[in-house]
């Protein structure tokens, strides 16, 4: 076994050598001209993407030499077992793939600690972990994908495909790699054997079968997909139409602040409805959206949005750390350390803020404001227990903040005289999720704020209603609903929950799973109405199909009748999804036709 190893690990090192020098380069190349430790999640996301397809593209490689006829034989003539012989393989693999990325990834990380005055944090070099399990994961992907038959080999691209979507943050993201890859090297290890051909038996059958539904299931909502871009290129999908359509979804999602408020109170009741529609023309409307999808977790391994900023008038880049919880700071002529940088002095942040204009910092439920000219960081508004921010509005003499619940709107004049906290707000209930709403506007009155609330995102896939609500909040807190007005979206009920009914168990469950290891985002935070006879109608008899003709097809295959319980209860349940994979899994049991003698006993 540790022959084996060797004898691998001679065989990549020079490749593994030189993938290392070019990935020291550009990483030190990067490292000079940005800090790569205060990049947004996208450019992270584009570095996971090359460390994951480096070690896909070496499973292949490696393991595609492994399927050869003559290369087993060599093998067998070991006295070890297949499984052995694939943990000496795979720690070839994963030692070559911890000198390329890891390695290079580490020397940088200890570059930028000891030489530059940039933050480097626990969760950095924890995120070189990361890197370095993405990479296995891909590796174990491809020595998944090259070792099982060709007709199961996409199966553990399921995994690849979906963990980016995942909420996880921190240390529950480590933890949700680490069941993948532990997922996919026991599918390695299932599918290492002299019988290529032949599908993994016993509990990697479950370890192949699960994933395959799921890529099944991937691929019908890819083939809808396709469908989608061939409706987009006849010209009539409803966001790709030349003129909106009065009254939709995509008219109000695109429309002027001012055009909203007029048409939103068009069939409003209200007796100051026809004074607000002539307000609402010469008004100055703000409109925003929720601009804190995601809030920042301590500890976690990448950063919405970089978490600094700096002091123009001195020449300071203030970097969050979130091992000290503090600022520090570093000039940005002589790149010396300043100080440290803390709440009304030295205090530790209660969660870590998100730079946002104004000089304002966006915690999870705090928010301060840095002072420039007495260099202090001062709480300015506390929400309530249980809510948290996603946007604020800051323009000089008001200032709006919004929770997952409600809008706060402030006088922002004391925050120029030093104040403390800013307690006299007015408070006004959102009239939905935080998932779903896509902008607001607020006209301001002379007794308070009329806002309109559109709440029409995700609708294209059953996740919200479309509406636009408006609200009005007086100087004594009383809120009024003014009018509310529904939004044609323009898409029918099929396609608006395609991706349920071709697998309610599928959707459902990753959709339930997506969230888990990580704290309530406002981009999470949906409520999807109820779904149409119809489409409960149709994904009950795609389930009935299914369940027929998996019963059908497990009658014409070899396995075994616990094998064929399980499938038809997995077409049951599933539905097209399981019945595909099915198909994929199981092929058809040839009979051989047998001689039959004639009666003078000759063969006839």
């Known amino acids: 076994m540790n022959d084996l190893f060797k004898a691998e690990l001679r065989r990549f090192l020079p490749w593994a050598g030189l993938y290392a020098a070019v990935h020291q380069a550009v990483l030190m190349f990067l490292t000079r001209v940005a800090d790569l430790a205060q990049q947004p999640d996208e450019v992270y996301l584009a570095f996971a993407a090359v460390y994951a397809l480096s070690g896909l593209l070496l499973g292949l490689y490696q393991m595609g030499g492994y399927r050869r006829p003559n290369a087993w034989l060599n093998l067998l003539h070991r006295p070890l077992p297949p499984w052995r012989i ?5 720690g070839a693999g994963a030692a070559l793939l911890a000198l390329a990325v890891w390695l290079p990834l580490l020397a940088t990380a200890a570059w930028q ?9 626990l969760r950095h070099w924890l995120l070189c972990v990361a890197a370095l399990m993405l990479a296995l994961a891909g590796y174990a992907t491809g020595s998944a994908a090259i070792l099982l038959p060709r007709r199961a080999a996409l199966a553990p691209l399921a995994f690849l495909l979906l963990l980016p979507a995942a909420y996880a943050t921190g240390a529950g993201a480590l933890g949700l790699q680490a069941l993948v890859l ?8 299932a599918a290492f054997k002299p019988d290529v051909e032949r599908l993994p038996g016993g509990a990697g059958a479950w370890l192949l079968a699960v994933p395959m539904q799921v890529m099944m299931w991937l691929l019908l909502v890819l083939a809808g997909f396709g469908a989608e871009l061939l409706w987009i290129a006849q010209g009539t ?3 790709n139409l030349a003129s909106a359509p009065a009254g939709s979804a995509k008219q109000a999602d695109n429309a002027e602040g001012a055009d909203l408020i007029f048409a939103g109170l068009a069939n409003s009741v209200h007796p100051d409805a026809p004074l607000w529609r002539e307000q609402a023309a010469i008004s100055d409307i703000a409109t925003f959206g929720v601009s804190i999808p995601k809030s920042p977790a301590w500890h976690e391994l990448s950063n919405r949005a970089p978490m ?7 020449r300071i880049r203030w970097v969050f750390s979130h091992d000290l919880g503090k600022f520090v ?3 940005l002529a002589d790149r010396q350390r300043v100080g440290e940088l803390g709440v009304d002095g030295d205090a530790r942040f209660p969660s870590p803020p998100l730079p946002v204009d104004g000089g304002l910092l966006a915690g999870r439920d705090t928010l301060h404001q840095f002072d420039a000219e007495t260099q202090r960081v001062l709480p300015r508004v506390q929400l309530p227990a249980g809510e948290f921010l996603t946007a604020v509005r800051h323009d ?9 619940r409600a809008l706060y709107f402030h006088d922002a004049r004391p925050m120029q005289q030093r104040a403390g906290l800013l307690t006299d707000g007015l408070r006004m209930p959102l009239p939905g999720p935080t998932g779903n709403l896509q902008r607001v506007d607020v006209m301001e009155l002379l007794d308070g704020y009329l806002v309109s609330f559109t709440l029409t995102r995700l609708r294209h896939n059953g996740r919200g209603d479309s509406f636009q609500q408006l609200i009005k909040v007086d100087e004594a807190g009383a809120v009024t609903d003014v ?7 323009g898409y029918g009920p099929l396609f608006t929950w395609q991706t349920w009914w071709l697998s309610p168990a599928i959707s459902s469950t990753l959709q339930g799973l997506r969230p888990m290891l990580a704290a309530p985002q406002a981009e999470a935070l949906v409520a999807p109405p109820p779904r149409p006879a119809l489409v409960i109608g149709l994904a009950l008899g795609l389930l009935l199909l299914s369940l027929a003709l998996g019963a059908w097809r497990v009658r014409r295959t070899a396995l075994s009748p616990r094998a064929r319980l399980a499938w038809c209860v997995a077409c049951a349940v599933v539905g097209l999804p399981a019945l595909m994979a099915l198909w994929r899994l199981a092929p058809a049991r040839e009979d051989l036709a047998l001689p039959v003698r004639g009666v003078a006993g000759q063969v006839s």
Do not use: C, I, K
């Open 86 to 90: 694939a943990l000496a393989l795979l």
């Open 113 to 121: 600690e000891s030489m530059t005055p940039r933050v480097l944090d």
């Open 182 to 189: 532990a997922w996919l090297v026991a599918l390695v290890l």
């Open 237 to 239: 999908h409803p966001n």
């Open 308 to 314: 600094e900023f700096d002091d123009e008038a001195r």
């Open 329 to 331: 700071g570093y000039g």
């Open 396 to 404: 000089g003499e008001r200032l709006v903040v919004m929770s997952q």
């Open 483 to 489: 009018a509310r007005r529904e939004l044609a979206t």
